[in-house]
């Protein structure tokens, strides 16, 4: 019940194209949904969040979108570009479940690739 | 220090030899946070620390591997007797742990093990 669903395990997009990133979680005390980026030789680092109070979060070209009902959320990447190039990892953390500190429950990662 | 800092950021070591991985993380930071990623995988949660404390140690995955903090701060994640399936890069995080969550996690750049 505490675990994150995360697919695909590697993408592949063309450059300009939209890269698409799902997640799934069951556990409804959940209430704050990180995306994290990483590259090679880095730790991961926050790209973007939402709380489940909105449907939608738009910073740039990064989009996440949230559907509460069916417990899913996912990225979006608009005109993806080669730099976007990275690892990515969807995360939930819920602060009524874990003490005063967010620990963060990890999706298994998605291996993006821009192909130029 | 501006970001999280880990050290060595590469240790090779022979199987069966003790290791210490040693975390510095973003002052003021009272959560500090371990995981292990194998090559290619996910981030496994290792264990959790609330200034000094660790309330979380649910993650370590047998009893050589031991982590402490002191002063609320510096924390050295030990590994003893060495297994090769103990390869993998170890990720420190520190967070603030303002209580309400929604806290972003800060991530070291990692240390290298390699078990031979």
């Known amino acids: 019940q505490q675990q994150v669903k995360q697919s695909p395990q590697s993408l592949i997009v063309q450059k300009g194209g939209i890269s698409i990133i799902n997640c799934a979680y069951e556990n409804t005390a959940f209430d704050y949904f990180p995306w994290y980026q990483q590259f090679p030789g880095k730790g991961p680092a926050l790209l973007i969040a939402?709380?489940?109070?909105?449907s939608e979060k738009k910073e740039g070209r990064f989009t996440i979108s949230f559907n509460k009902s069916a417990k899913q959320f996912s990225l979006h990447i608009m005109d993806s570009q080669p730099g976007d190039s990275a690892t990515y990892f969807c995360?939930?953390?819920?602060?009524?479940?874990?003490?005063?500190?967010?620990?963060?429950?990890f999706g298994s990662g998605t291996r993006l690739s821009i192909r130029p | 220090g501006a970001g999280v800092s880990q050290s060595p950021s590469n240790k090779v070591t022979e199987k069966g030899k003790d290791v210490e991985l040693r975390c510095d993380p973003i002052s003021g930071h009272t959560a500090l946070y371990w995981y292990r990623q194998s090559l290619g995988q996910g981030l496994e949660f290792l264990i959790y620390?609330?200034?000094?404390?660790?309330?979380?140690k649910s993650g370590l995955p047998s009893d050589r591997f031991s982590a402490e903090r002191t002063g609320g701060s510096v924390s050295t994640l030990t590994i003893q007797r060495t297994q090769q399936e103990d390869s993998a890069v170890y990720l420190c995080a520190s967070s603030l742990a303002t209580g309400v969550g929604q806290e972003t996690q800060y991530f070291g750049p990692g240390t290298r093990l390699l078990v031979l």
């Open positions: 995360a939930a953390s819920g602060h009524l479940l874990y003490s005063s500190a967010s620990k963060i429950i």
């Open positions: 620390f609330q200034g000094n404390s660790a309330p979380d």
């Open positions: 939402i709380r489940p109070d909105v």
